[in-house]
């Protein structure tokens, strides 16, 4: 049974390290009005080295005429290719699809916005790789379009997930754990909030490191906890879990950037993402209390978990220090 489980966490540290903590990086496109009927497009692929990427590329209307030469190039892990195209109608209510989508396993962030400031957000996914350009995106359509993108950001941020995972081995009971959830929810509300308007801004690689480090510090408490030792962390775990929270929020926010904001509904978009974080964030939770509960309520899950705790506990404080070392190189 114990050769089984360090099996599996061999294979979850292996995934997550290849995954990285966001590496299922969506495809961005933005088509932006800046003329009468003239718009600028920018398309961003995810690139494979230097010189390869996934082959995605835009089929814009038949209709849209290009109006200057498309300019490409290999920039911070993507391809990008930014053009200019003419459309009598302004596009509205011609559809736009994203070839080659259906056949990755990524996803598509599309940003259209006017020169009167209505923007319009979509997420395209392999089965479902085209929209239609809407004059204006109605609340209902944001929300939805910001919560999804929240809880698939939370789903898919393996760093963020080891973090809780690491919270759930440390805090005992469930008051305590409710209490120190809501310090972490609180905590990264407000960075996500401040750094998604503009009013703190900090370099995104550095961010990404501390965050590592954060969950090294989790996974070493509860090393320690496993051996009988109680630590100012499992004391008063809202207290610490609190800095580390605002931490983890500067990382929401770097990806709700990257998808951008609709000038018109930032409060609405800035909420629905926040609520899409939340659901994702106690549907893991959730997920793993009633996992432990099941063990438990076999013969001899009790003292698995307690074995599995440990090992547990290594291997996210591992996986941790790997991204630490990763990312701390790479803006060195």
């Known amino acids: 049974m114990m050769r089984a489980i360090c099996a599996i966490m061999i294979l979850l540290c292996s995934v997550c390290g290849r995954g990285n903590a966001h590496e299922l990086r969506p495809a961005y496109l933005e088509i932006r009005q800046s003329g009468n009927d003239?718009?600028?497009?920018?398309?961003k692929v995810p690139a494979l080295g230097d010189q390869f990427?996934?082959?995605?590329?835009?089929?814009?209307?038949?209709?849209?005429?290009?109006?200057?030469e498309r300019r490409a190039t290999f920039a911070n892990?993507?391809?990008?290719?930014?053009?200019?195209?003419?459309?009598?109608?302004?596009?509205?209510?011609?559809?736009?699809?994203?070839?080659?989508?259906?056949?990755?396993?990524?996803?598509?962030?599309?940003?259209?916005?006017?020169?009167?400031?209505?923007?319009?957000?979509?997420?395209?996914?392999?089965?479902?790789?085209?929209?239609?350009?809407?004059?204006?995106?109605?609340?209902?359509?944001?929300a939805v379009t910001y919560g999804w993108m929240g809880i698939?950001?939370?789903l898919t941020g393996y760093d963020h997930l080891l973090f809780l995972f690491g919270l759930l081995l440390i805090v005992p009971g469930l008051r305590a754990l409710a209490g120190t959830i809501t310090a972490f929810t609180v905590a990264h509300s407000i960075t996500l909030a401040l750094s998604s308007l503009g009013a703190v801004h900090l370099p995104r690689p550095p961010i990404e490191a501390m965050i590592a480090l954060s969950i090294m510090i989790v996974a070493t408490e509860a090393v320690k906890m496993s051996r009988g030792e109680i630590g100012i962390t499992v004391r008063y775990p809202w207290a610490v879990v609190f800095p580390f929270g605002l931490l983890h929020g500067l990382g929401f926010a770097g990806a709700l950037l990257d998808a951008g904001l609709p000038q018109h509904d930032v409060p609405l978009a800035l909420f629905a993402f926040n609520v899409g974080v939340e659901c994702g964030q106690l549907a893991f939770i959730a997920a793993l209390l009633g996992g432990a509960r099941f063990v438990r309520?076999?013969?001899?899950?009790?003292?698995?978990?307690?074995?599995?705790?440990?090992?547990?506990?290594?291997?996210?404080?591992?996986?941790?220090?790997?991204?630490?070392?990763?990312?701390?190189?790479?803006?060195?």
């Open 38 to 43: 003239v718009f600028d497009v920018l398309w």
């Open 152 to 154: 698939e950001h939370i």
């Open 297 to 332: 309520s076999v013969r001899s899950g009790r003292p698995l978990l307690l074995k599995a705790r440990s090992i547990v506990s290594y291997g996210i404080g591992v996986m941790a220090g790997f991204w630490l070392i990763e990312r701390s190189l790479g803006f060195l």
């Open 77 to 142: 892990g993507s391809f990008v290719t930014r053009w200019q195209v003419r459309h009598a109608r302004l596009l509205a209510g011609k559809s736009i699809t994203i070839s080659g989508l259906d056949s990755t396993l990524t996803d598509a962030l599309v940003r259209v916005e006017w020169t009167d400031g209505g923007t319009q957000v979509v997420r395209l996914t392999p089965t479902r790789p085209s929209f239609q350009i809407e004059p204006r995106q109605s609340a209902l359509m944001v």
């Open 53 to 68: 990427r996934l082959a995605l590329d835009v089929d814009l209307p038949d209709d849209a005429v290009a109006v200057a």
